[in-house]
């Protein structure tokens, strides 16, 4: 293999079976395997908000739970606008130089974020800037499937982007199983500051933590730092450059400074469309920010452009908004109850109804209230635990036929955990319907973990080798905004005491997409029949 350095690779034919065989897997496998630790790391931190949100109610920070919902949500409007500029690093900077550089930002926010939770009177401002740099992480899938999918061929496209966005994805397990145990002890000594105590029961994996006890919120941030820096280390030695997709990658300095400068448009369109939302609402605001992005990545000038412009033609193939659209469906599903879930456990199950002294129904403290931080990791474990499953699947028997199956399951679901929530937010003991509201969730992050893996799967197929990068990465970014929509949605309908219809809503649009993939995928006189 002709290389210049250890870091570049100048030949790479993976479909020529003794290439693949002799030198593609090896070096396949050992970026995969870096790959997914980073991708991990990514999604934890990008992620942390749900977790990190739920104890500072139970911590008793002067902010609201409309405001504190808004952290969540800011984090993944952010994320998923990243994941824009993002899809396209890869040609533009090179695989190794992305995946370290991205990898290293995330540095920023886990600092800045255990700062902050050092002090409750911290100002609502700095949190907000936080949970917007926490926004790399999440903007860090779409330069890593990009990345990714170069380096396998066609027949094993499902496993290589199964394995690194699966178990990628366990980065939100990951983190909702670690931030509630290293808030239990002072992990980092003097150096992180002091305790505080908790104003309401909180809990770990192992169980409930009472009212009254020491925690240390701050440790939530800190933590990823102890992973963060050998990761960097490891993408910087371990990862390769591919000569074939990114030709002129430039000097390593000149990379790193498309990519600061690609996610700092985005960071910026982001702000703007967090602004914006005050002023013309979520549904306007989110295609606003969408649309700006673009524009200014299309305004770069200089030697980005060309590349820039070369890779916007993915948006006049009607397969990329098809598959965008599906890719809302399974993992802007997942992502957004990951960012949800944690604080609308604490909110619908953290009280109930009691007949006030006129008689009147009003919602008082359930004293035994599950705790979010024990049981919200479930979801989101067996969601990533599945979705390498349904990679592996969508390879013997076909994308499309997973996807419309996924999909119908997740109507019924959605439909049904509507209505089990609206039965515990208006009952006098809702913990009798805490075990079904958990079951039904874990059914749709099951169902969309697995439709991860088959739209992926669809994506490596109907694209070739130079449109699939930045369609899985359009694709992921576009979806992403689950992260954003789900919490501003469900947290609005929890306000207004209706969270059933944030469910019914999700389900109108699955039942949409079923129509979608069966349009475009499975009818016989389909234009890419892909069973």
Known sequence: MATKGSAYIE?????????????????????????????????????????????????????????????????GLSGATLRIPASFMIRIAGGRNTVFLTTALLMVPALGTGMALMEPGTPYWVFQLMALLSGIGGGNFACSMSNISTFFPKSQQGYGLGMNAGLGNFGVTTMQILIPLVMTVGLFGPLAGDPMVLQSASGTLVGRIEAGSETWIQNAGFIWLLMLIPLAFAGWFGMNNLNVVTPEPGHP?????????????????????????????????????????????????????????????????????????????????????????????????????????????????????????????????????IRP????????????????????????????????????????????????????????????????????????????????????????AVAAYGAFIAPKVMGAQIKAGTPELAMYGFAVFYALCLVINWWFYLRKSSEIYNP
């Open 253 to 385: 300095l000149a990379a790193f400074g498309k990519i600061i400068g690609l996610y700092a448009i985005a960071l910026f369109t982001a702000a703007v469309g967090i602004y914006m939302m005050g002023m013309i609402g979520m549904w306007l605001a989110l295609p606003f920010t969408i649309i700006l992005t673009l524009i200014l990545l299309r305004m770069i000038p200089g030697s980005i452009q060309p590349n820039i412009k070369n890779q916007f033609k993915i948006f006049r193939n009607k397969h990329t908004w098809s598959m965008t659209v599906l890719y809302i469906l399974t993992f802007g599903s997942f992502i957004g109850f990951s960012a949800a879930l944690p604080l609308s456990i604490t909110v619908i199950f953290g009280k109930m109804m009691q007949a006030g002294v006129d008689g009147e129904m009003i919602r008082v403290v359930n004293p035994d209230a599950p705790s979010a931080l024990t049981w919200a990791w479930i979801g989101p474990f067996v969601g990533a635990l």
């Open 389 to 476: 499953v349904g990679g592996w699947i969508s390879d013997k028997v076909g994308g499309s036929i997973v996807t419309q199956i996924i999909s119908a399951v997740m109507v019924v679901a959605s439909v049904a955990t509507g209505y089990v929530m609206m039965q515990a937010y208006n009952s006098s003991n809702p913990n009798d319907y805490f075990m079904v509201f958990m079951l039904l969730f874990i059914v749709l992050f099951a169902a969309s973990g697995i439709g991860n893996g088959s739209t992926f799967r669809s994506i490596g197929v109907i694209f070739d080798q130079q449109m699939k990068g930045p369609v899985l990465g359009w694709t992921s």
């Open 11 to 75: 030949k790479w034919d993976v479909e020529d079976k003794a290439f693949w065989e002799q030198e593609g897997k090896q070096v396949a496998s050992r970026n995969l395997w870096i790959s997914i630790p980073s991708l991990l790391i990514g999604f934890a931190v990008w992620l942390m908000w749900g977790m990190i949100t739920t104890q500072m109610k139970n911590l008793g920070f002067d902010f609201s739970t409309e405001q504190l919902f808004s952290l969540v949500a800011i984090a």
